[in-house]
């Protein structure tokens, strides 16, 4: 039998309901408890920021340094959308916001911003104590199951069921990667239901699988190659790729994922190109490999003398048909070394995920026109960004564009 849950602040003055403690929510909540509104936030997990504590387990990398122009160009299709966005709630203010927690940060050397402590936990404590400061209440082990007529529907985790009804909701529940986290889509049903948009959830910022064989799995599986070079569609992006058993996971892999990814949705095998000596040039690279000596096994010499990776070798041989003999063709093999690649790995392993909420589903105040009242923000919207601190920087700026739309949405509609 569902019972109707107290929140605070009702009947008081206007309340609102947060849904998800992510990063997202927690933003959102804190900029309306900041201007007077009682607000609850509420999480299906037993603690809140579980995949904000884990993107800082790399080192958090909150915003990125670059021009605002080269910023919202991050966001791709939506790049027009996110201009207005980081106008509102810019990689500065964000900054200022971690310092102001005491979690002062810096630039790194690749332009990326970071905290200087450059974990989450520091920053996520002093923030969960700001919003306690600001009387946010937050219910955890509450899992949002959609409405019953006006009310907002949660199952808690002894099998009860609760009906809260706020004055506003904002919905901050994430996308599908890494579901142990916590976010794992289960709102798609629960908004189709309502007439709401949603294009499908896809891997974002993921590794692919290749067709090694099992020989060369077991040869270089865990190895890194270092500084090379990726390219796919007239796209580049360099960096440390990683081998797996299954494929190939890295920084530049992650780059190049949405260009992947999308051409592999057409059709499969697609292929890309690696340089495993970017700062060479084909004749440069041809003069040395000329100069091997007599005797001197290719993979000793790529190894000692031009200091490739230890997998150089056996990477050419898993991916061209045979090692040809000449200088300028080894050079050749090794400047545009072609790997192909057949699938992205699952959802649950990527960092980020593509599609979600259809923009046109809601207003510019980032409220959904099947329900008035009710705005979404963060991860579950639909667009994607690579990393360097531009999905924190998105998440952030679309919970204050929300924040601000509940605030003036409330003010419009106080009763
Ligand atoms: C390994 C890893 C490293 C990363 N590193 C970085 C980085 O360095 N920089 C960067 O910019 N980004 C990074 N990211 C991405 C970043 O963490 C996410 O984009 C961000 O956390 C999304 O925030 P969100 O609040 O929208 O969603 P989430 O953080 O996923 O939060 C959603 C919340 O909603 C809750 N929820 C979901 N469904 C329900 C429901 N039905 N009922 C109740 N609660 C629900 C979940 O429990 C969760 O707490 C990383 C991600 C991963 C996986």
Redesign the pocket.
């Known amino acids: 039998m569902a019972q109707r849950e107290q929140i605070p602040g009702e009947g008081l003055r206007p309340t609102v309901a947060v849904?998800?403690?992510?990063?997202?929510?927690l933003m959102a909540a804190e900029r309306l408890s900041g201007a007077g509104f009682g607000v609850t936030i509420?999480?299906?997990?037993a603690t809140?920021?579980?995949?904000?504590l884990?993107?800082?387990?790399?080192?958090?990398?909150?915003?990125h340094s670059e021009t605002i122009e080269q910023f919202a160009g991050r966001y791709g299709v939506q790049a027009t959308r996110f201009r207005q966005y980081l106008a509102r709630f810019s990689p500065q203010d964000l900054r200022n916001w971690a310092d102001g927690l005491g979690a002062e940060t810096f630039v790194g050397s690749s332009g990326r911003v970071f905290p200087k402590a450059m974990k989450a936990s520091g920053l996520l404590r002093g923030w969960l104590a700001r919003l306690r400061g600001q009387r946010v209440d937050l219910r955890l082990r509450?899992?949002?199951?959609g409405w019953s007529g006006e009310h907002l529907r949660?199952d808690l985790a002894d099998g009860s069921e609760v009906l809260v009804t706020p004055k506003a909701v904002v919905l901050?529940?994430?996308?599908a990667?890494?579901p142990k986290?916590?976010?794992?889509g289960?709102?798609i049903s629960l908004l189709r239901d309502q007439g709401v948009a949603v294009q499908p959830l896809r891997p974002s910022n993921c590794g692919f699988e290749t067709d090694w064989s099992a020989h060369f799995q077991e040869k270089a599986a865990g190895r890194p190659l270092k500084n090379v070079l990726l390219s796919f569609s007239g796209r580049q992006a360099r960096g440390e790729v990683m081998i797996t058993g299954y494929g190939i996971e890295g920084g530049p892999v992650y780059a190049l994922s949405a260009a992947i990814r999308d051409s592999l949705a057409s059709h499969s095998p697609v292929e890309v190109t690696l340089d495993l000596k970017p700062d060479m040039s084909v004749d440069a690279l041809t003069q040395r490999l000329a100069a091997r000596r007599h005797g001197q096994s290719l993979s000793q010499f790529l190894k000692k003398e031009l200091s490739l990776a230890d997998a150089t070798y056996s990477l050419l041989r898993e991916t061209a048909a045979s090692i040809p003999g000449e200088p300028h063709e080894i050079a050749g093999l090794l400047k545009a070394l072609p790997i192909r690649i057949y699938r992205p790995r699952p959802i649950e392993q990527a960092?980020?995920s593509a599609g979600g909420l259809d923009f046109a589903a809601m207003t510019d105040e980032l409220m959904l026109r099947a329900r008035p009242g009710v705005f979404a923000?963060?991860?579950?919207l639909d667009w994607e960004a690579p990393?360097?601190?531009?999905?924190?920087?998105g998440?952030f700026a679309t919970a204050v564009i929300a924040a601000d739309g509940v605030r003036s949405w409330l003010n419009g509609n106080p009763s």
């Open positions: 849904v998800g403690a992510g990063p997202t929510g509420f999480d299906g997990m809140p920021g579980r995949k904000f884990m993107a800082g387990r790399g080192g958090l990398n909150l915003t509450h899992h949002w199951r949660f901050a529940l994430g996308g990667s890494w986290l916590g976010a794992d289960g709102w960092i980020s923000c963060g991860e579950m990393t360097g601190g531009y999905l924190l920087q998440c």
